[in-house]
């Protein structure tokens, strides 16, 4: 195949307008990135500006109007203020979240572990399916405990005739 000059420049404008999108999506995701860091500047700046008021002894209205002149629309909400107010005066110091503990794990313990070891200890051909129906947790987590916990494997088995022959 022989390149043109229009084929030539097809490939260039493809080349240059495609360049030209990937540019736009990076722009467009270190926008919101930085979009919203600045968000949470903002709120941390406006819950230190919260301590400070609440330690002069404003009320929630008060804080709330000063928030609103100097931050305009982007002042916290007047319920958002109320509870960061409450908190301040019941003496809590911090303006950053507390860490929230996750969500505890109920399908993957050391019970069901043992279990699913003992299953595949029996019969290794068994599917993730069929374990986790025998198991009554979700494959997701019979996964998991397969190739974490476990250490498992996936292997792809090969069909070996019976008789061996020489060809």
Known sequence: MMLTYQ???AVLL????GSLFLNGIYYCLRVLWCAASR??????????????LVKHGKSGNE???MLVQV???NAMKKRAVYKWVKRFSEGRESVTDEARSERPATSRTE???TKI???V???RRLTVRSIAEQVNIDRETVRKILTEDLRHEEGCAKMVPKELTEE
């Open 14 to 17: 493809l080349f240059f307008y």
């Open 71 to 73: 931050y305009g629309g």
């Open 7 to 9: 084929r030539f420049t």
């Open 117 to 119: 070891h003992q299953i």
């Open 39 to 52: 968000m949470l500047e903002l709120e941390l700046e406006q819950r230190m500006n919260i301590t400070f």
């Open 121 to 123: 200890r029996e019969n």
């Open 63 to 65: 804080i709330r109007e």
């Open 111 to 113: 019970e069901n572990v």
